[in-house]
């Protein structure tokens, strides 16, 4: 790229002056034309270099139409030689040109316009050529990132190298790191509207130009290079372009894959958790696959549907070790987490902790398992934690081996629990009309939960102490002065939860 400034170090303009418009100076030059009349620029294109020696512009009117023209056709500027037609730039014209950052050359002796223009137009065509050379280089670059498969970060680094200025790579899914090359200040705010070509931005004192990279008109991502000057020069431009297009490739290349290992996937946990009898060779390439039994142990977990998308982008960030499989059964999402045994909770962890608000929860973890054989005992335990997480004051991530007395309750038909459990122990009180029932019923479920405390128990139903003495001498009416022995304690407590878990179950 040949700046104006840049003209004015060749030798043919020593001596030469800005005479107006030296905010100017950077801008580009792509050609040089020598041209006098007013409405010159009607055959310009833009970026051209304007040679005159003044005839034809003796009037203010003829003045005013040349240069407001050059301006709008956005020329890079114009040299003019005083002498016999313009001794002087007029001040009509210098101030026009200030006001545009306009870049006006005053000559103060004479100089052959040919060789003026042969001496730019030469560099300008080597300049080119230079950037057709970079240009293949780069397009050799892209292809050979795509053929091995190197990932956008390749990618970014060819640019890097073509631009010779910091390039920024951010994904717009989510799912991947942002690919940085050279020193930036502060990153680049996120955009939200799409460029589908690379165009100049601005942030406080900051440059930059941005390209958004496209799959199938969806954006997924934005490419940054930070710039000196006012304008995006070619070079930049077509090199920004055919990197975008190549990120838009390696995007497609890495979801077509993504979509045929995930089906493989699917129909591998299909043959595991659903077909009866397990095909022992499904069991075998599980394992082969994922390097079990041995240092890493699976645990299957149930997710709400809703949660896929989230699923989905924490599959892609786990470590090389650690895997996060996912079946969709249309009312339920079945996973499977492999990894070393040590690294689970701190998985689980990691994983509880990166949803954000308002994105389903519910999750139920079975218990570790060697291998591929125990994965449907696995899905039957993290389906039960699965539906304890649905239950009211329940934690919304729930651990098999965490659900405690839930584990028999899940496994006893609800006509046992009704008969065996909650009517030999909560009968009498269940029989009360419900404004009478209620108060009773929480006060046993508190004094249940905190038998160390009166005190707490009252603090917990907002009542005073006596008040909460005179529910507990109804509740010895009802039940037996035994209640509170360790053996009906217990007992007590089991029906209390399974009367919870019949009524969010079945009753509503």
Known sequence: MIRVADVLKRPLFQGA??????????????????????????????????????????????????????????????????????????????????????????????????????????????????????????????????????????LVDALYRVARQPVWYRSRRGDHEDVVYGDWEEPPPRPSAVRLSPALERHHSVAWARQTVMVFDAPVGDLYVLVSGSELD????????????????????????????????????????????????????????????????????VFDVEAEAWLVRQAARLGADQHLLYLNTSDRLVSVLIAPPSQHPALLNTLAGSLLPGLPGHAGWSRPREDGSGIKDALSEAHDAWV?????????????????????????????????????????????????????????????????????????????????????????DLLGPDWRSANRHSAIQAALLARHFVASRWDH
């Open 234 to 301: 070619e070079r930049l431009y077509l090199a920004m372009d055919r990197v975008s297009a190549a990120l838009a490739q390696e995007v497609i290349r890495v979801d077509t894959l993504d979509r045929t290992r995930h089906r493989e996937v699917e129909v591998l946990l299909d043959a595991l958790l659903f077909q009866d009898p397990t095909p022992p060779g499904a069991v075998t390439r599980f394992n082969t696959r994922y390097g079990l039994p041995g240092s890493k142990r699976l645990r299957t977990a």
């Open 388 to 476: 304890v997480a649905h239950l009211p004051n329940q934690p919304t991530w729930r651990d098999y081996q965490e659900i405690g007395l839930y584990r028999w309750i899940l496994s006893t038909p609800k006509e046992d629990l009704q008969r065996l459990v909650i009517e030999p122990e909560l009968g009498p009180l269940l029989r009360l009309p419900e404004p009478q029932r209620r108060p009773l019923l929480d006060t046993l479920d508190a004094i249940t939960g905190r038998p160390e405390s009166k005190s707490l128990a009252a603090l917990a139903l907002g009542i005073h102490r006596q008040t909460l003495y005179a529910r507990i001498k109804r509740l010895d």
């Open 17 to 154: 002056r800005v005479a107006a418009g030296h905010q100017g100076l950077d801008r580009t030059v792509r050609w040089v034309h020598i041209g006098e009349i007013p409405h010159l620029a009607q055959f310009l294109r833009g970026g051209e270099l304007i040679l005159a020696t003044g005839v034809g512009l003796s009037t203010p009117d003829a003045r005013s139409t040349f240069i407001q023209g050059l301006i709008a056709c956005k020329a890079a500027g114009l040299v003019v030689e005083l002498g016999e037609y313009l001794p002087e730039i007029p001040h009509d014209m210098a101030q026009m040109a200030d006001q545009h950052h306009f870049p006006i050359i005053a000559l103060d002796h004479a100089v052959r316009f040919l060789d003026l223009s042969h001496d730019i137009n030469a560099d300008i065509i080597s300049a080119h050529h230079q950037v057709l050379e970079e240009l293949e280089s780069l397009s050799l670059a892209i292809r050979q990132a795509l053929l091995n498969t190197r990932g956008p970060d390749s």
